[in-house]
């Protein structure tokens, strides 16, 4: 598997000046690979869709990149002029946000739609345009007589299912999805994962996949990064993150999602409040939360990135650097 | 907590007499001009039993009739058929304004958006004052200490310090907790909490519902618990009932409903809720993804009969009646045998 897109050490902030007022997402390293489905997850505010709108080079001023490189495909994304920045979204890169269903235009036919984000793209003919647009809809499992309808014709799932397929209609190699059935119901929520999973098969595309929601994450997910105030304090396999958590945060987080089976048994949630990105603490951002906190340690020297393997690394002083070797 | 109430004409008088008893609650909404006029059916012939300091999930899709069912027990809605009984004492079919103050003062609400559904203009004080002052629960001197006390009660100390505060100097947390101390105020016996942890961030939610559980607990109240999240009802109810096209067609004991659904809609509610203990993804059947019913055109027999898998040629004629299917659980579906509970 080659690295379809590789962050490494990003900072973003938002304001004018230098340092910006808010650093949202701060020295955020993270590699999908093609046909591999990488879960994002955290509280809101944590920097989740800042760092999907920096990965996919959408940010708008006063968001801007204050250091470190995102590389697609071998491309530095910064060195890209506005065109060839424009010609990367939809034919290389594509994304779907949460309320995305409402994206597209109440006044125009879905069909319509299609085709000018295509022409944008270079499919100027309208036969080609309504094949290429008939293939997404058949891969998203919308009939195709929808694309002759006007969005408010469709339900609320079905819109998602076509933006996804008008995310799709240029066979992008990555997409990046920021809550995408979050509005959705369960049936429709677990109908359009499905479809996702086969697709990402098929297809060979690669997924960032934004969620609050850690226990759907565990099942679609390859790989998931846990962030917390702009970083990303564990990465692991989505099996293991669920099966053995290392990070205080994990755990809860995870304990914040009460079963469907087992004992019924009173949980307590996360305590307290995620900090202000305008005024972190220093030392980890974790810390006044934390149960396992040290004082003089935690509150005062930044948490060092430990690597457990070469899929597993954690930010937490709970975990020495040589502890590398024992696991 | 007392025993739960099986949903039938008995509940009243089986076990301890049903705090709140729904009987054929039917809710019609009209639309369209005239010449196209549509009624759109919400709510369709449920009903429903609540024991005192009981905990009901009520579960469904969006569209499932949940927040007209929450609407209709308040009178926020004017029912179509059907009558509403708390501690036994109904609603005349128009109600006054006399009346409608004392139901309300039995059953609060608490609502899906805290960002909405408190006053932006009134300080906290004023909004918790409120309901003290309409429905006479304290002499006037003695308003402020009874918010004081409220506020402390939902966590919100110290309370003095959230007085003289507004709505979008709180979080979207901290608006909800002052949301339940203006349900708390009236005293209610019955809380009907609609979708309230669905807009709050996830680290926020589970300390809302333990909040909920322990206010209900202390208070002695019965906690209807509107969501469509099926592990956040199992983790505060007591029981749950399903919901789906208006109609409710599954209830029983938490344990019971979601550990051995018996209804095909639950089981695809069962299945399609994220479970990080599943090995790998979860799937569900194609035929049953399909779409819930058009409110303005309900099929005539079970409304789940047009996705569901076992659906005979008598699910498209009728809706069963309700058939038990253990303890105090009660299933419309011809799957469930009449006689064998």
């Known amino acids: 598997m080659s690295a379809l897109l590789e962050i490494r050490d990003l900072t973003v902030g938002y304001g004018w000046r230098f340092p910006p007022a808010v650093t949202a997402v701060r020295n955020v390293s993270l590699t999908v690979n093609a046909g591999e489905i990488v879960g994002v997850a955290g509280e809101s505010g944590c920097g989740k869709s800042t760092l999907a709108f920096a990965a996919t080079g959408l940010l708008d001023a006063p968001g801007r990149v204050v250091s470190g490189s995102i590389c697609y495909d071998g491309t530095e994304m910064s060195t890209l002029s506005r065109e060839e920045l424009r010609r990367l979204h939809l034919e290389s890169v594509s994304m779907v946000f949460q309320a995305s269903m409402n994206v597209l235009n109440p006044v125009m036919r879905i069909g319509a739609q299609f085709r000018d984000a295509m022409a944008a793209h270079g499919v100027s003919s309208k036969q080609e345009a309504r094949r290429r647009a008939e293939e997404a809809f058949d891969l998203v499992k919308v009939p195709r007589r929808f694309l002759d309808a006007y969005p408010h014709q469709l339900s609320g799932g079905m819109r998602q299912r076509a933006v996804i397929a008008l995310a799709l209609v240029m066979r992008p190699k990555l997409l990046v999805l920021d809550e995408p059935t979050t509005a959705l119901d369960v049936v429709v929520e677990r109908a359009i994962l499905q479809s996702l999973d086969e697709l990402r098969h098929e297809l060979g595309f690669g997924v960032i996949f934004i969620t609050h929601d850690l226990s759907l994450l565990v099942e679609i997910a390859d790989r998931i990064a846990i962030m917390y105030a702009g970083r990303i304090i564990e990465e692991a396999p989505a099996r293991e993150l669920y099966d053995h958590p290392k990070h205080p945060y994990t755990i809860a987080l995870m304990g914040a999602f009460p079963p469907l089976q087992g004992e019924r048994q009173r949980l307590s949630g996360i305590p307290g409040q995620p900090p202000d990105m305008k005024d972190l603490p220093p030392g980890c951002s974790y810390a006044p939360r934390c149960p396992h906190f040290m004082p003089g340690t935690c509150d005062v020297i930044d948490p060092p990135e430990v690597v457990i393997d070469e899929r597993r690394r954690v930010l937490c002083h709970l975990f020495q650097p040589h502890e590398s070797t024992r696991v | ?341």
């Open chain 2, 1 to 341: 907590m007392s025993s739960p109430v099986a949903v039938s004409e008995a509940a009243g008088t089986a076990n301890a007499p049903a705090l709140l008893e729904v009987r054929g609650l039917t809710t019609s909404y009209g639309i369209g001009r005239i010449g196209r006029h549509q009624v759109v059916k919400a709510l369709t012939d449920v009903d429903l039993a609540v024991a005192r300091g009981e905990v009901l999930g009520l579960v469904g899709e969006s569209g499932s009739g949940k927040t007209t069912f929450a609407r209709t027990l308040l009178y926020l809605e004017r029912p179509t058929a059907g009558t509403v009984l708390i501690d036994g004492d109904a609603m005349p079919k128009h109600p006054n304004t006399h009346r409608l103050r004392e139901h309300r003062r039995k059953v609060q609400m608490i609502f899906q958006d805290p960002y909405s559904s408190l006053d932006p203009l009134r300080t906290i004080e004023s909004t918790i004052t409120q309901p003290l002052r309409a429905f006479d629960i304290v002499p006037r001197r003695e308003e402020r200490q009874e918010v004081e006390d409220l506020l402390a009660q939902v966590g919100l100390t110290p309370a003095k310090g959230f007085l003289t505060r507004y709505p979008h100097e709180l979080s979207g947390g901290q608006r909800q907790r002052v949301g339940i101390a203006r349900a708390l105020a009236a005293r209610p016996k019955l809380l009907v909490a609609d979708e309230p942890t669905s807009m709050l961030d996830v680290s926020i939610r589970l300390t809302i519902m333990n909040l909920l559980l322990d206010l209900q607990r202390s208070r002695e109240l019965s906690l209807i618990f509107i969501t469509h999240d099926l592990a956040a009802a199992r983790y505060v109810s007591d029981r749950i009932a399903i919901m789906y096209a208006g109609r409710l067609v599954e209830i029983g004991p938490s344990a019971e409903v979601l550990g051995k659904p018996r209804h095909p809609y639950t089981m695809l509610l069962r299945e399609a809720a994220p479970d990080p203990t599943q090995r790998g993804l979860a799937r569900i059947h194609a035929e049953e993804r399909g779409e819930p019913p058009d409110l303005t055109a309900l099929p005539p027999g079970c409304p789940f009969a047009p996705r569901c898998t076992f659906a005979r040629d008598e699910c498209l004629v009728e809706l069963p009646e309700w058939r038990p299917a253990g303890e105090g659980h009660n299933v419309r579906c011809v799957l469930v045998d009449k006689a064998t509970p």
